[in-house]
């Protein structure tokens, strides 16, 4: 009887996790997901809990095993992803520590969730110390990552707690709740915690100690890092993707219903998967889109596809050969998914959610909603056909031309990048009275050109400073939405590929590093990454951008005032503080 083997990824995102089961052709022969709790206890504040995150994931990895009917046995690696969060443990006794401000009591509440926005304060005096090390996550250290995260908690918890405290990625952490090993990944620790591989840049052991001393946390120098995990070889130990973290441990095995010893494969962030599942696919883009040096599944063909994974928010990654240092752009970062390689990360902290907030604080919302429900359509799909259905009432040239007088920039919860600034808000010219469901869908359409606008600002950003790319490859749930992928085609001038398994492309990029980890000889080494995508992905379908010379136009004018509408809100901010001064202070 002939056997299989399969393997299995799992996928951790903002609000659920995700598991899903491959074969060698990396065909998805199920996937399971279950939602996770999320802690809002005050505006800015986001907590999760490993033990709440790990209960879903075996409860995912159960089900779609029985599902699925592929026997447990033939599970040969599993590979992780998740969001870029902060996980706290008790060094002496593997236990979540509580990070709930103020008590600190509530110890299932043990991860800051890469949205929280806590850490403004430490976040400016980490970026004021202008540290070399500073250029390599675009100039300046994001409120979103972790070490900023870290140094609040050494400022709020009680200095008893604090000291017990060891940080991992939450990546990182599944990794080490599934084998019990200390070991990192370049992924988390390069993109998110300040970590300069060695050789880089005069890097000798990873991790910075005048960074470190001089922002307040020289104790986490002590013994080599030992709570932050060490040192490469010494203490420590480092992977880039899907190398072998280790065997999947008795305890584990028997939560997620499946055999000791499975190969565990290094984690990486939830969008660096996205990269994984989606730039191999084989698609039919123009030749002007391709590097015509080399064969359409050669490695270099990945330096021009930019990686857009859409969820809540999205991030846009794009690897190239050597460094390339973009303002306002994470990275470049080494190592992170393939060995000698380098990452840039753009994006932007609102998008899945921006469109669900500027819905659904609408006055008409209700109404749309309960048509949508009558129609079994949901609310995005109902109002892109009312949208349609507007421009045709109106004998409108197209949907964008409806909304030529309507500008609206949506940075409601600061902007990750190019500008790099968490202060950013929000802002609209062209409100009327009317609170109809036109007026609900103008503002929605609004919101998405307003998400294709900057889309295209990241990418100028990156191909200004020496990136060279030609195509968008998307994944996540807003791939759904053609309407907004049209938009980005258009806006962007490029074309936007659409993969295969839309919901599913982060957590197949997570089984493909399970796959990797399988793949070991006798002597520990693994198939190569690209070699494993390029084989497992597949076929998807393409969004190709306008030939329409006014939508062209029209685009390109709003393009101009998105930036100038930018530019404006820091110079109105700038303006105020400069008048005012410290009255504050003064009161």
Request: net charge negative.
């Amino acid at each position: 009887m002939e056997t299989h083997n399969y393997y299995m990824g799992v996928d951790v995102g903002t609000g659920s996790a995700r598991v899903c089961i491959i074969d060698e052709t990396g065909e998805i022969k199920g996937v399971e997901s279950k939602e996770t709790q999320t802690w809002n206890p005050r505006a800015n504040f986001y907590e999760q809990s490993t033990e709440d995150i790990w209960d879903a994931i075996c409860h995912c990895s159960n089900t779609v095993l029985e599902k699925s009917g592929i026997n447990p046995q033939h599970v040969k690696g599993i590979g992780f992803d998740a969001t870029c969060s902060l996980a706290v443990f008790d060094e002496q006794t593997d236990e979540p520590v509580s990070v709930a401000w103020p008590e600190f009591k509530e110890k299932t509440r043990n991860v800051i969730l890469w949205m929280d926005h806590r850490p403004e304060d430490e976040t400016s005096k980490i970026n004021a110390t202008e540290h070399n090390l500073l250029k390599y996550v675009g100039g300046k250290m994001s409120i979103e990552m972790e070490i900023p995260k870290v140094l609040w908690l050494k400022n709020n918890m009680p200095p008893q707690i604090y000291e017990r405290c060891k940080f991992y990625d939450l990546a990182d952490a599944l990794t080490h709740i599934a084998t019990g090993k200390e070991t990192r990944s370049y992924c988390s620790t390069v993109c998110k915690q300040g970590f300069i591989p060695v050789g880089v840049d005069g890097s000798v052991k990873g991790w910075q100690d005048d960074f470190l001393t001089e922002i307040g946390l020289g104790d986490l120098v002590e013994e080599n890092y030992r709570r932050i995990g060490g040192v490469n070889g010494d203490n420590g130990a480092w992977l880039s993707a899907g190398e072998i973290v280790g065997d999947l441990c008795e305890s584990s095995a028997a939560q997620m219903g499946l055999p000791s010893g499975i190969k565990i494969g290094s984690g990486v962030i939830d969008a660096y998967a996205g990269w994984v599942g989606t730039v191999g696919a084989k698609v039919n883009i123009s030749e002007k889109s391709l590097d015509q040096g080399h064969s359409k599944g050669d490695l270099e063909q990945a330096f021009h596809r930019l990686a857009a994974v859409a969820g809540t928010s999205t991030c846009h990654l794009v690897m190239s050969k050597d460094p390339v240092f973009v303002p306002g752009i994470w990275g470049p970062y080494r190592d992170v998914l393939l060995e000698g390689r380098w990452l840039a990360e753009g994006g932007q902290s609102c998008t899945g959610n921006l469109l669900h907030n500027v819905v659904t604080i609408h006055p008409s919302y209700n109404t749309a909603f309960e048509a949508a429900k009558v129609e079994s359509t949901n609310i995005f799909e109902y109002l892109n056909k009312h949208l349609d259905a507007m421009r045709q009432q109106q004998n409108a040239p197209s949907i964008s031309y409806l909304a030529r007088h309507f500008f609206f920039y949506g940075d409601k919860h600061g902007n990750r990048s190019p500008i790099a600034d968490p202060r950013m808000r929000g802002s609209v010219v062209g409100l009327s009275m009317d609170k109809s469901v036109d007026d609900l869908a103008l503002q929605y359409y609004a919101a998405m050109e307003f998400i294709a606008q900057q889309t295209r600002h990241i990418v100028d950003s990156l191909n200004k400073s020496g990136h060279e790319i030609t195509s968008i490859f998307m994944s996540g749930g807003q791939c759904k939405n053609d309407v907004l992928m049209h938009l980005i085609a258009n806006a962007t001038g490029f074309p936007v590929s659409i993969p295969r398994y839309i919901d599913a492309a982060v957590v197949l990029g997570a089984a493909m590093l399970g796959a990797k980890a399988a793949s070991s000889n006798t002597n520990g080494e693994t198939e190569g990454l690209w070699t494993i995508m390029d084989r497992m992905s597949h076929t998807g379908r393409v969004v190709y951008p306008t030939d329409n010379a006014n939508e062209k136009k029209l685009l390109a004018a709003k393009y101009e005032v998105f930036l100038h509408m930018a530019k404006s809100q820091q110079t109105y901010r700038q303006n105020i503080d400069d008048a005012i001064g410290n009255w504050k202070s003064q009161a």
